[in-house]
């Protein structure tokens, strides 16, 4: 059975070590640490040789207890958008929230605490499982870094689920938008403020321009 206390409780503690994209050391110590205390032998792969952060991604193998069924992945990721140093969880009406200095980092401990516990639960309850891969992962929130730099080689699972979205409780993502980033440089063009005024270019006004002439932007359709 899930255990809502000891689950909320590992999420304060969770969230309570910074971890910001880059330098998530301290939280990769403590997962692993949980980890082992589940029986468990968590092992870091090699994915910050790559990403030039403080760790890499952590990876455990739950062995399962029915033969043939289908290995299962699940990955969350240990980096919060910044500030992450010294938060400080205040409940209210039974929601968490920071106390404003910082992000909560709910994103995505959420997925963190909910894998440890899942497994905690498995383990004390004798379900019958097949066998689980985790994945905790480095450097979401600036580009995926830590999937991107990942030597897949380590994925031993027929089927992953990536716990990183909001929702209700078995509603499932499969499809996101993809992400372009163009960069533009606009030149102006310098002109003399009292003799010749006119003959200036304002790089700004023609960005300005430029941009108020896209066909669309925000959201495009349904899905998009
Ligand atoms: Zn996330």
């Given at each position: ?187 102006g063009k310098a002109a003399h403020a009292g003799i010749a005024p006119e003959e200036g270019v304002n790089a700004i006004m023609l ?18």
């Amino acid at each position: 059975m899930i255990n809502k206390t000891r689950l909320i409780d590992e999420f304060i503690e969770l969230v309570s070590v910074p971890c910001p994209s880059k330098d998530e050391k301290q939280e990769a110590e403590l997962i692993m640490a949980k980890l082992r205390e589940l029986g468990l032998e968590p092992e870091m792969d090699k994915a910050h040789e790559k990403t030039g952060g403080t760790c890499g991604n952590v990876w455990a193998y739950v062995k399962g207890t029915v033969p043939n069924a289908p290995k299962l992945l699940f990955e969350a990721h240990m980096d919060s958008v910044a500030p992450t140093t010294g938060t400080k969880v205040v409940r209210k009406n039974g929601v968490l929230y920071s106390d404003g200095t910082t992000t909560l980092g709910g994103d995505d401990k959420v997925g963190v605490a909910a894998m440890l516990e899942a497994v905690r639960a498995l383990k004390e309850d004798g379900v019958a499982h097949g066998d689980v891969q985790l994945c905790f992962t480095v450097s979401e929130e600036i580009g995926c870094l830590g999937v991107v730099s990942m030597d897949q080689s380590w994925i031993k699972a027929d089927y992953g689920y990536c716990m990183d979205i909001g929702g209700a409780p078995g509603e499932i993502t499969y499809a996101a938008p993809k992400l372009y980033d163009i960069y533009v440089t606009v030149k102006g063009k310098a002109a003399h403020a009292g003799i010749a005024p006119e003959e200036g270019v304002n790089a700004i006004m023609l960005a300005a321009d430029a941009l108020s002439k896209l066909p669309a932007y925000g959201r495009l359709d349904s899905e998009t």
